[in-house]
């Protein structure tokens, strides 16, 4: 487990308006990076290279705001979806992303869960994520580099992370 001490920031009050092309929002997207200004952000990454051709990594991403930002982060992401769900890939390769809220795990005082994927050629790559917002805190479970239908660990994952915030707080 590696514990993050440098993160990218989040995209802060800008919000993205429809101008904004899809393509160029990917990471808001996938809930790497969510609208809004966290006050604190930690991170952990998990992995592991148990199969030869998909290695499995997953992060966890704790935001704590000083105001309703959480809940905004949530609506705006659910909001980036609905106009975006899918994408072309900016490389020009004829790939493409797609984005869904998908039914998940009830957790917290509000949750969601993110499914995403890429498609280049005859590659299909998935990552997921689960959302969990208790109070200003948000807490984030991304899984990526799993096989299609391979995000058997991320309830589990999202529900320790959650579980770990309560016990130890902010």
């Given at each position: 487990m590696d514990?993050?001490?440098?993160?990218?920031?989040?995209?802060?009050?800008?919000?993205?308006?429809?101008?904004?092309?899809?393509?160029?929002?990917i990471p808001l997207l996938s809930a790497k990076r969510l609208t809004g200004t966290p006050s604190a952000m930690a991170a952990a990454t998990v992995s592991s290279a148990e199969g030869p051709d998909y290695p499995w990594v997953a992060n966890e991403v704790l935001r704590t705001y000083a105001d309703d930002g959480a809940r905004r982060a949530m609506a705006d992401l659910r909001t980036l979806i609905g106009r975006c769900p899918a994408v072309a890939s900016p490389r020009q390769d004829g790939g493409s992303y797609r984005f869904a809220v998908v039914p998940g795990p009830r957790l917290g005082d509000e949750s969601m869960r993110?499914?995403?994927?890429?498609?280049?050629?005859?590659?299909?790559?998935?990552?997921?994520?689960i959302l969990v917002r208790t109070g200003t805190t948000l807490?984030?479970?991304?899984?990526?580099?799993?096989?299609?239908g391979g995000d058997d660990h991320l309830t589990r994952l999202a529900e320790a992370a959650?579980?770990?915030h309560q016990t130890t707080g902010p």
């Open positions: 514990i993050a001490t440098v993160l990218a920031p989040d995209a802060g009050r800008q919000r993205p308006g429809p101008e904004v092309p899809c393509a160029d929002m993110v499914d995403s994927s890429t498609i280049s050629g005859s590659t299909t790559l998935e990552w997921d994520s807490v984030t479970v991304h899984e990526q580099g799993n096989e299609p959650l579980r770990s």
